[in-house]
């Protein structure tokens, strides 16, 4: 459950300071990646294109090429297909339909093709190996995601070229169609790991450029409680790679006001900072249930003891808390 009430101490100005996703993985993944949508290349095609040819390589890590507009980016959103509840989306979503062709974004190796039992509906899903590197063992691998498919045209285990052809795009359970696509960046200390806590903000990985149109409203800021303080914000923003909002708060000698709440706690969770970081969020508070890191781990006790795993019920979930709103 998110819990991210901003407390502040007695302060004279309250800035507002913006991290959008754009390089955020600059270097640690391809550079070069292409939309999974080939910048909507059925839309317009290439004379005497297929979709057998897969994505022109002029594409490639070609901002100009996107596969906008966008239905949901990633991060917290009202899912409209069950009455708005709070969901955190560890994806996009693009409208299309279905019997879209979508392409690999990066060369790698199939790990899923088809129907799995940890999803409703089939997926392809592509490990792919950091630059320079031949294996997952030493920095960790990076994971792509491609789900609400209808068909597939490749197998697992097998090898796939950047822009090669996967399959066709098919609706979700609600009957929408469209296709949502994921990353999952596995960290140096688990490199095989892709599970949903590794998922960063697509556009960190995909060529992506806008505007910044963005901007902040403070809907009200009290103060009656100096150690406990609250702000309220609305962030309007035509981006779609915001990935995180800070508070910097300053003293009448305009000093930063250090927040304790944006130091890691013991077993490395922010706990009430002054900042909103999606991916950040995503990571700790999304658990896991593997061999490394069971789900035993995250609860009273455990090794990766949550600060709220009261919350957690019986029964594992890795959504548990991002994506249900807290009764307060």
């Not at 292409?34 to 994505?55: E, F, S, Y």
């Not at 129907?115 to 509906?121: T, V």
């Not at 950047?162 to 795009?169: D, F, I, N």
Request: hydrophobic letters at 35%; a negative charge.
């Amino acid at each position: 459950m998110m819990r991210n009430p901003i407390s502040l101490p007695a302060v004279v100005l309250l800035l507002a300071m913006f991290a959008n996703v754009a390089d955020s993985h600059a270097g640690a993944l391809d550079p070069d990646t292409v939309w999974p949508l080939c910048g909507r290349i059925t839309d317009n095609p290439p004379p005497g294109w297929t979709a057998a040819d897969g994505c022109p390589a002029e594409r490639f890590g070609n901002a100009a090429y996107a596969d906008e507009p966008l239905s949901a980016t990633f991060g917290p959103r009202p899912l409209a297909s069950e009455n708005n509840r709070y969901d955190f989306h560890r994806g996009v979503d693009i409208a299309t339909p279905e019997g879209t062709p979508f392409f690999a974004i990066a060369d790698g190796v199939v790990r899923t093709a088809g129907n799995h039992s940890s999803y409703s509906d089939p997926l392809v899903s592509l490990r792919h190996f950091r630059p320079g590197e031949s294996s997952c063992s030493a920095q960790g691998c990076y994971h792509s995601y491609y789900l609400h498919i209808s068909s597939w045209v490749v197998s697992p285990d097998e090898t796939v070229s950047k822009g090669q052809l996967l399959g066709y795009t098919g609706s979700s359970g609600s009957g929408f169609a469209h296709l949502h696509f994921e990353v999952r960046d596995a960290p140096a200390s688990d490199p095989f790991s892709a599970w949903s806590r590794d998922a960063i903000h697509p556009l960190g990985v995909l060529p992506y450029a806008a505007a910044n149109n963005t901007s902040v409203v403070f809907n009200a800021v009290d103060l009656s409680n100096p150690q406990a303080g609250r702000a309220s914000l609305t962030v309007t923003s035509n981006r779609f790679d915001l990935v995180q909002v800070d508070l910097t708060l300053l003293d009448d000698n305009q000093q930063v006001v250090p927040q304790s709440g944006n130091q890691p706690n013991l077993n490395g969770y922010h706990v009430l900072p002054a900042f909103f970081d999606m991916e950040l969020a995503n990571f700790q508070y999304s658990h896991k249930d593997s061999s490394a890191f069971p789900w035993e781990s995250y609860g009273a006790g455990g090794a990766n003891e949550c600060p709220y795993h009261q919350d957690h019920g019986p029964s594992y979930s890795a959504h548990v808390h991002l994506d249900a709103q807290h009764p307060d």
